[in-house]
C-alpha cells in the first residue's frame, strides 16, 4: 500500500525529468540531419516514455487497487507529455521569433480529460484555444502536436477555435456545452482561457438550466436504450450501462452547470445533499475507476462491457474470494450490481434535492424521479 492514496499516482517518475528531457530532445534536433529525421527520433523516444509510465500505472494499480487513483495519474502524465510536446514544437518546429498577440495559445482538456481523470484506454479531449486575430502560427503548432500524439498511439479528439467560436457551438450542440463545462486549462495563455470560462458562464450557462436538464436526460434515456434498459444486466456496460459511470457524471454534471463545482463538500454545505451521500457518490465512483482501470488492461483495449469471458480474469485481479458458498466471481459481480443500485437510488436523491432549490417547474426531471425509470 502506498503512503497517500488520495494523492494522483506519479506515473511519471522516475521517467520524467522535464528540463533533462527537453534537453535530450534539443540534442537530437540538433544532431539530426533534417526536421524530419529529428521528428522519427524524437517519436521514438516519446513512445519509450509513454510505454514507461504505462508500465508504472498498472503496475501502481496492480499494488494499492485503486482505479481513481490511476485515472488521475494518467491525466497528469499526458499533461506533462503534452506540455513537452508543445515545448518541442514552439522551440524547434514553429518558433516565433516575434511574438504577437496573435501567436498566443490556451491548450485545454474537455470532456473526461478535463476532469483530470483518464482510463488506460480513454480518449484525449483537447481545445486548441487561439485569439480572435490569428495568425497561421496557431494552427501549424496545433496541427504538428495532433501529429505527435496520434503517433504515439493516443486517440486524440481536437478542435481549433476562439472564444467567440466555442460560445457559439455550446449554445448551438450541447455535446460540446458539456466537454467545455469540465475544460481546464493543460498550458498556454491563461488570459484566453479565462475569457473562455467567463464568457461560458455569463453567455452560455445563465438562464439556461432548464434546457441542459432536459438535453441530459434525453442524453441518459438514449443511452441506456443502447446500452440495456436494467442495471442488473449480466454483461453490464461500466461506463455507459444504468448505473454506471456516465450516471455518475450526469450528477457532477448538473451541479457544476448549477454551482460551478462537482458532487462535494460544497453541496453539503449548500444543504444540497448529505456528507453520507457525497461519500457515497465517492464510493461507488472508486469502484467504477478500478473496474474499469483493471479491464482495459486486462484487455490492451478501451473494452467497457463486463463480458463473461473476462468477468472471472477481472475477480482474480480485484482480489475477490471465494465465500459463503459464492464463487470469485459470483462475489465481484453482486458487488457490481449493489454499486449500480446504490449509483441509481444516489441518482434519485440528488436531483430530487436539485429539484427542489433549484429547478422546480423542470419537467425533465419528472422522469429520473419517477422510481420505475431505475
Known amino acids: ?52 509510465a504505462r508500465a508504472a500505472a498498472e503496475a501502481g494499480l496492480n499494488a494499492d487497487g485503486n482505479g481513481r487513483r490511476c485515472a488521475a495519474g494518467l491525466s497528469l502524465f499526458q499533461d506533462e507529455l503534452i506540455r513537452l510536446i508543445f515545448d518541442y514544437t514552439t522551440s524547434h518546429v514553429y518558433r516565433a521569433t516575434n511574438p504577437s498577440d496573435a501567436e498566443r495559445m490556451a491548450i485545454v482538456a474537455t470532456g473526461g480529460y478535463g476532469r483530470g481523470l483518464l482510463a488506460p484506454g480513454s480518449d484525449i479531449d483537447l481545445l486548441f484555444l487561439l485569439p480572435y486575430k490569428q495568425t497561421p502560427w496557431g494552427e501549424s503548432v496545433a496541427e504538428y502536436m495532433l501529429y505527435m500524439l496520434w503517433d504515439l498511439g493516443f486517440k486524440v479528439g481536437h478542435a481549433t477555435r476562439n472564444v467567440d467560436q466555442c460560445i457559439k457551438l455550446s449554445l448551438a450542440d450541447f455535446t460540446i456545452r458539456t466537454a467545455i463545462l469540465d475544460s481546464r486549462l493543460v498550458l498556454g495563455d491563461g488570459q484566453l482561457f479565462a475569457e473562455l470560462e467567463q464568457r461560458f458562464r455569463s453567455d452560455v450557462v445563465r438562464g439556461t438550466a432548464r434546457a441542459f436538464i ?125 454499486v449500480a443500485k446504490d449509483v441509481g437510488d444516489l441518482t434519485t436523491i440528488l436531483c430530487n434535492a436539485l429539484e427542489i432549490q433549484q429547478l422546480k417547474t423542470a419537467p425533465g426531471l419528472n422522469r429520473l424521479l419517477n422510481p420505475l425509470s431505475w
Open 214 to 338: 432536459d438535453a441530459k436526460m434525453q442524453e441518459r434515456d438514449d443511452r441506456h436504450r443502447r446500452s440495456g434498459e436494467s442495471r442488473y444486466r449480466v454483461e453490464p456496460n461500466i461506463k455507459d450501462g444504468k448505473g454506471g459511470l456516465r450516471d455518475l457524471h450526469t450528477l457532477h454534471w448538473f451541479s457544476k452547470y448549477f454551482f460551478g463545482e462537482g458532487v462535494g463538500q460544497a453541496l453539503v454545505e449548500r444543504g444540497i445533499c448529505t456528507a453520507d451521500e457525497v461519500r457515497t457518490f465517492e464510493k461507488c465512483e472508486d469502484f467504477l475507476w478500478t473496474v474499469r482501470c483493471f479491464l482495459h488492461f486486462l484487455t490492451r483495449r478501451p473494452v467497457e462491457l463486463l463480458s463473461f469471458d473476462v468477468q472471472e480474469a477481472m475477480a482474480e485481479r480485484l482480489g475477490y474470494k471465494r465465500h459463503g458458498g459464492l464463487r470469485t466471481v459470483e462475489r465481484f459481480m453482486k458487488h457490481y450490481f449493489l
Open 1 to 52: 500500500m502506498l503512503a497517500d492514496m488520495d494523492k494522483p499516482l506519479d506515473i511519471a517518475a522516475p521517467y520524467f525529468e522535464t528540463d533533462a528531457l527537453r534537453q535530450e530532445l534539443t540534442t537530437l534536433f540538433n544532431a539530426a540531419p533534417s526536421a524530419q529525421e529529428a521528428r522519427a527520433q524524437v517519436l521514438d523516444r516519446l513512445k519509450l516514455l509513454v510505454a514507461d
